[in-house]
């Protein structure tokens, strides 16, 4: 647990310092304010309206607390184990077998779960996967990932920056920056690719420690596991394809992801492989 909340701030700063060098690099203080400016307000609008725009676009509706009593009991007595208050419990009509947690801190928080999931779980499969998505709360991932975001953003939007400077600015202009072709190229085309990388590093780190935190919370490593196993399975039965960017972007959100990623597109995966992840679950059980 702890190696994977150190490796997040390890890769945060190495994400933040390479902002700043960048920034500085294409505009100075000036440029880096504007770019950091710019990440913020666009984040911060997802930061605290994500949840509702999220639980609208996949269609949910609040959970039945009838019907699905036994989902309301799992969850606060997970809750109260993880110290937690209770979350609003959704429904997505999907035959899509997945679930995902989302909301700005842990007292505007949201667990949603498909239909299809529902039907092939058992109790303690279930029990295992709500634990993994009230331990991204717990863990404020939501935050952590918007914080990666804003980051990733602004050094994109440094680039852009860079690259109409080329385009409209002068040579001299280049020079007063300290630039040159080579490292402005650099700028342009790597930059905002290792910024992705450094984000989908962060997204699967806090895959694995949402493993490993709702593992202990439910005292069930081997059943979490299990519903992993069939909701991996499941995904590959039927693949999706997002049927929009907005779609894809929130394919981080889902304890799997829903959508089908072909030839290379498994390098820039928010998820990490279901094979390390099982193998990991597993070796804990092994060990309690």
Request: hydrophobic share 50%; aromatic share 8%.
């Amino acid at each position: 647990m702890y190696f994977n909340r150190i490796k997040t701030m390890m890769l945060l700063v190495i994400m933040s310092s390479l902002f700043f060098l960048v920034g500085y690099f294409v505009g100075g203080k000036n440029g880096l304010t504007i770019a950091f400016v710019m990440a913020c307000v666009f984040n911060f609008i997802t930061y605290f309206f994500s949840d509702k725009m999220v639980l609208a676009m996949y269609g949910a509706k609040p959970l039945d607390a009838v019907r699905y009593k036994w989902i309301y009991e799992i969850v606060e007595e997970l809750c109260f184990q993880a110290k937690l208050p209770m979350p609003k419990l959704w429904l997505i009509p999907d035959d899509t077998a997945n679930a995902f947690a989302t909301g700005r801190n842990p007292a505007h928080a949201s667990v949603a779960v498909t239909e299809g999931i529902l039907e092939i779980l058992d109790a303690d499969e279930m029990r295992g996967v709500l634990a993994h998505e009230m331990s991204h709360v717990k863990n404020r991932d939501i935050l952590v990932c918007t914080v990666a975001a804003t980051l990733a953003a602004a050094i994109s939007y440094l680039a852009h920056m860079m690259q109409w400077a080329m385009i409209f600015g002068s040579s001299r202009d280049r020079e007063n920056r300290g630039g040159g072709l080579l490292p402005a190229l650099a700028i342009i085309i790597i930059t905002p690719l290792a910024a992705t990388l450094l984000q989908l590093a962060i997204s699967r780190s806090r895959e694995y420690l949402a493993d490993e935190t709702g593992a202990n919370t439910c005292h069930d490593p081997l059943a979490l596991a299990s519903a992993l196993e069939k909701l991996h399975s499941s995904a590959h039965r039927r693949p999706h394809e997002a049927g929009s960017p907005a779609e894809a972007a929130t394919a981080s959100l889902f304890i799997v992801n829903p959508f089908s990623m072909k030839g290379i597109m498994h390098l820039l995966s928010t998820h990490p492989p279901m094979e390390e992840r099982v193998k990991r679950l597993r070796a804990m059980a092994r060990r309690k």
